[in-house]
């Protein structure tokens, strides 16, 4: 086999590979803009004078900020793409409006008589830089050398200068070229385009299957290195926030508070004695997991929490809605423990019943919010006796106005955080996500009453999850240096 046939053959192998997206592509080489050591230098935890920062500073520092949004939107987005059309909707329309202008021009360049070939020669030149920058990448070596050689600038501009330049075939050339490299997906787009008669139309449909393929191409790199990613991030979003703190040495107050709440919940200094026994029993790991998980929980138990620390406000909103899912999920699961206790036994365990009333449920308290928490508590309150009076009158059991009054009222009391079997269904719930932050690879036991909100619960869990892991990998060493400084500072009396 010659060389030639040799690197066709490499090349070949590339495109399939390419084409119908392999699993083992190799990942990217993402590098580190991060030189931050494990062991973080001793202001961190602690106090450190103001610095004085210039304009150029700040301003970079915006730019870090918004790559770091990306970056991180992507790490905690498993199923983050990026979109074929944008989502702004002016940005949209005036992109609209430009391209839709220069086609109208190049229309009426190619149909004047005779016609002007600038535009469509220039237009073929910028096809050929997107492709040898955004399409191809260093491996497609004789790809390179193709398209440079039928789209060559000198040739084609000798032949726009003696009158035989010719728009289709270079065209009809360089969509056959990009059919080659195209995902499945595209065939169908592809085999339309190529139905174009018109060299308008036929220029315009390459250049909007370029912006697809782009977009493929971006989405299908984020997915086979999204490992890549995740460590990139966690790398660079600790950079970005050691270099806050030395712009405001006190960045890190809310954290450190909320630090040492958590750690006093879970390990409260009671006696010296019940300390040193817990010293004995958490080594450092286990110390910082277990208060990481509790705070983790303080900040979806309420849809304000504080202190809110600065390490998470990069998802304080996507928080924030987890909290409005956390109030749901105890707020329904509540409504049909109380709902069952006045069921009774036969109508609580016939089937379908709890999953019914859970739906209809869901279904009213999708918008629910604490501010609006009395009047979708009266909602569901009319919507468990409605649910029970029919289950009633199925089962041939009899649910008097009094019993229907009594439910009634009985849910309306679950408005406040106090009531009873509201603190138990909440205790329940935080108990069973903290367990899963302590050991997210260790199986963990659905506590009583929670299997009717399973899914729901699950569901919510895996958003949180990857929040929190996150952000712990991430800032592991930050708080770790944090409980260091709260046990020196705060020795047991």
Same mark, same amino acid.
């Given at each position: ?318 928080? @924030?809605? *987890?909290? #409005? $899912?956390?109030?749901?999920?105890? /707020? ?6 109380? %709902? &069952? ?80 079997? @509201?603190? *138990?269904? #909440? $205790?329940?719930?935080?108990?069973? /996500? ?6 997210? %690879? &260790? ?51």
């Amino acid at each position: 086999m010659s060389d030639r046939d040799k690197e066709q053959e490499k090349e070949s192998s590339v495109q399939d590979s390419k084409k119908r997206k392999l699993d083992e592509s190799s990942p990217i080489s993402i590098p580190s803009t991060s030189n931050v050591a494990a062991n973080l230098p001793l202001w961190v935890a602690g106090g450190s004078p103001a610095k004085f920062c210039t304009q150029n500073e700040l301003l970079n520092l915006s730019k870090e900020l918004e790559n770091l949004a990306l970056v991180h939107e992507i790490a905690i987005d498993p199923s983050f793409s990026i979109p074929e059309t944008p989502e702004d909707p002016i940005r949209s329309s005036v992109q609209d409006s430009m391209r839709r202008a220069f086609w109208d021009l190049l229309r009426k360049d190619l149909t004047t008589s005779p016609p002007s070939y600038t535009n469509a020669f220039n237009l073929l030149l910028e096809i050929k830089e997107i492709i040898l920058t955004d399409i191809l990448t260093d491996q497609h070596v004789r790809l390179k050398s193709e398209i440079q050689h039928r789209i060559d600038e000198e040739t084609l501009r000798a032949k726009l200068e003696q009158d035989s330049f010719h728009v289709e075939p270079i065209a009809r050339f360089i969509l056959d070229f990009l059919s080659r490299l195209c995902s499945p997906a595209r065939d169908a787009t592809i085999e339309n385009i190529k139905k174009e008669t018109g060299i308008v139309e036929l220029l315009r449909g390459i250049m909007e299957l370029l912006d697809v393929m782009k977009v493929d191409m971006t989405n299908y790199t984020i997915s086979v290195n999204r490992a890549a990613v995740e460590k990139h991030s966690e790398k660079l979003e600790l950079q970005v926030f050691l270099k806050l703190l030395e712009q405001d040495p006190g960045g890190a107050d809310l954290t450190k508070k909320w630090i040492a709440d958590a750690f006093l919940e879970v390990f409260p200094p009671v006696t010296e004695e019940s300390v040193k026994r817990e010293k004995i029993d958490n080594d450092d790991k286990d110390e910082l997991t277990k208060t990481t998980s509790k705070g983790y929980v303080n900040l979806i138990i309420s849809e304000n929490p504080s202190p809110f620390p600065e390490t998470l406000q990069i998802d304080k909103l996507r928080l @924030r809605s *987890l909290a #409005e $899912k956390y109030l749901q999920v105890s /707020i329904v699961t509540t409504a049909i423990f109380v %709902t &069952s206790n006045i069921a009774g036994k036969d109508i609580a365990q016939s089937e379908g019943f709890k999953d019914q009333v859970k739906r209809n449920l869901i279904a009213i308290s999708n918008d629910i919010e604490e501010k609006t928490l009395n009047e979708t508590v009266d909602g569901i309150a009319e919507q468990c006796v409605k649910d029970l009076k029919e289950a009633s009158e199925k089962l041939q059991k009899e649910f008097t106005e009094e019993q229907q009054q009594v439910l009634r009222s009985q849910i309306k009391t679950i408005k406040e955080p106090t009531q009873s079997v @509201r603190q *138990l269904v #909440e $205790k329940r719930i935080s108990n069973f /996500i903290e367990g899963v932050l302590r050991a997210p %690879t &260790s199986p963990q036991r659905l506590l009583p009453g929670l299997s009717v909100v399973q899914s729901e619960l699950y569901a919510f869990i895996s958003k949180f999850l990857r929040i929190c892991l996150h952000n712990r990998k991430t800032y592991e060493t930050f708080y770790a240096k944090v409980l260091e400084e709260l046990k020196n500072s705060s020795p047991p009396e």
